[in-house]
Nanobody, 127 residues
């Protein structure tokens, strides 16, 4: 069974950086992509950045372009989210999730497109 475990969250000052890690069990052949999502207080869970495990096709939400970088290490079964220049509005519970469906016509990074979820790691950015 596919399992995902997030780590690396914490509290930082505005302008600071954090790197989140998503460790996943099972063979990388079992699913197609890993995504990072976040849910702040009173908000819907939104896609932040997603990446295919083969080919490394990336997607970024407009709000994080130029600040966040997603990467993968298939040998270690880990996907990272490097977050720089953090802002208070980035405060949220960050989840990673796995997508079983190939990206054919579009890059997939919507909550309802992902099938397996981790428990989340809290990121708090103080102003």
């Amino acid at each position: 069974q596919l399992q995902l475990v997030e780590s690396g969250g914490g509290m930082v000052q505005s302008g600071g950086s954090l790197r989140l890690s998503c460790e996943f069990s099972a063979s990388a052949m079992d699913f197609y992509a890993i995504g990072w999502f976040r849910q702040g207080p009173g908000t819907e869970r939104e896609g932040v950045s997603c990446i295919t495990l083969s080919g490394g096709i990336e997607y970024y939400a407009d709000s994080v372009k130029g600040r966040f970088t997603i990467s993968r290490d298939n040998a270690k079964n880990v996907v990272y989210l490097q977050m720089n220049n953090l802002k208070p509005e980035d405060t949220a519970l960050y989840y990673c999730a796995a997508d079983l469906t190939p990206w054919v016509l579009e890059r997939r990074c919507r909550r309802d497109e992902y099938d397996y979820w981790g428990q989340g790691t809290q990121v708090t950015v103080a102003s």
